[in-house]
């Protein structure tokens, strides 16, 4: 059970899009449409941004999209704004029916 | 509202047991899967464990596997997490967290486990 592999930190500019890669294997991410990801700040609870790949919840800016090929699902934030400053991390069901977080990412705003 | 609450977390020695609550409210508990998932200082989240909504299938972290259980008491709309033979490698923040349909729709603030001498 390896983490997904995301990079350790991406920054942008307000107003810029930037992508956050998670890439796993076919027992995992290639596999299966269960790709979620999380924002965390620290010391509080973690937040869903997108569920099944591409799927947002209710609240959650349009700005956040998600979406996959092969074994690597991605995270798009567009319109970079300071508040989307956090960790986010991915998640994705496995084939042993459990589960696996990406190694996580920072986001920066510069 | 959806509110998790969890509790239980602690200093404790190495090689000793603890075990962590998540108190739910707010929804319907046995409808729910819940899980936990830890975060050790400076690293990243981890999945710990699942237990389904209806008890009848529990899953481990291969890094906790036979040391840790998961339970429920739908009486009490609680989730437990026994955890035995702690290591220091077991420092970390809690989170219990609902499942809906292979994803984490509520999370918990979390209870802090310290593992040390």
């Known amino acids: 059970q390896s983490a997904l592999t995301q990079p350790a930190s991406v920054s942008g500019s307000p107003g810029q899009s930037i992508t956050i890669s998670c890439t796993g294997t076919?027992?995992?991410?290639?596999?299966?449409?269960?790709v979620s990801w999380y924002q965390h700040h620290p010391g509080k609870a973690p937040k869903l941004m997108i569920y099944d790949v591409t799927y947002r919840p209710s609240g959650v800016s349009n700005r956040f999209s998600g979406s996959k090929s092969g074994n690597t699902a991605s995270l798009t934030i567009s319109g970079l704004q300071a508040e989307d400053e956090a960790d986010y991390y991915c998640?994705?069901?496995?084939?042993?029916?459990?589960?696996?977080f990406g190694s996580g990412t920072k986001v920066t705003v510069l | 509202q959806v509110q998790l609450v969890e509790s239980g977390g602690g200093v404790v020695q190495p090689g000793r047991s603890l075990r962590l609550s998540c108190a739910a409210s707010?929804?319907?508990?046995?409808?729910?899967?819940m899980h936990w998932v830890r975060q050790a200082p400076g690293k990243g989240l981890e999945w710990v464990a699942v237990i389904w909504y209806d008890g009848s299938r529990k899953y481990y972290a291969d890094s906790v596997k036979g040391r840790v259980t998961i339970s429920r008491d739908d009486s009490k709309n609680t989730v437990f997490l026994q955890m035995n033979s702690l290591g220091v490698e077991d420092t970390a923040v809690y989170y219990c967290?609902?499942?809906?349909?292979?994803?984490?729709?509520?999370w918990g603030q979390g209870t802090l486990v310290t593992v040390s001498s």
């Open positions: 967290a609902r499942e809906v349909a292979y994803y984490f729709d509520k």
């Open positions: 076919y027992s995992d991410v290639g596999y299966y449409n269960y």
């Open positions: 707010g929804f319907t508990f046995t409808n729910y899967g």
């Open positions: 998640t994705s069901y496995t084939s042993s029916s459990s589960y696996v």
